[in-house]
């Protein structure tokens, strides 16, 4: 089975915080755990397989107790972006910061609620890349894909 996304989260001193994270937790609304990158930095990092088992992530980190918000980031690539796509903390809301010469396309909303929302696709403006005829920058799908 191919990866579909990876998500990394950095945060300063905040070890205590993803602890719980780094175990799996069938309560949770996203599936998976995230692993310590590394005893240099403060990051964490996991994949998903599977584009329905990640709902709810963000809005599970932005309610954590982080011990220095202002340094919380989420990196985030679904494996057919060309870059990652960079979430922080503002006014408590982890909200996705835009990126110099990269812009996030969407499809239309799908009809029916049993598929699962899209986060769209993170493309670099600056490569040539044609945008398919569908694709606009402006969400349509109000239910957050992460």
């Avoid at 989260?9 to 915080?17: C, F, G, H, I």
């Avoid at 990640?54 to 220095?68: F, V």
């Avoid at 493309?123 to 109000?142: H, K």
Wanted: charged share 25%; net charge negative; hydrophobic share 40%.
């Amino acid at each position: 089975m191919s990866r579909i996304a990876e998500v990394i989260v950095l945060a300063m001193y905040a070890d205590e915080v993803m602890e719980p994270l780094t175990q799996w937790d069938e309560s949770r609304s996203w599936k998976g755990k995230f692993d310590k990158l590394g005893l240099a930095v403060d990051g964490w990092g996991m994949e998903f397989n599977r584009q329905n088992t990640r709902s709810g992530l963000l809005k599970h980190l932005e309610s954590l107790p982080w011990p220095k918000p202002e340094s919380v980031q989420v990196l985030i690539h679904d494996e057919e972006d060309d870059c990652f796509g960079l979430w922080m903390l503002h006014d408590g809301a982890l909200v996705e910061v835009g990126l110099p010469r990269v812009q996030r396309y969407h499809r239309r909303a799908p009809d029916l609620d049993e598929f699962s929302p899209s986060p769209g696709y993170l493309w670099r403006t600056d490569t040539g890349v044609v945008v398919p005829a569908g694709l606009s920058t402006e969400r349509s799908d109000p239910r957050p894909a992460w």
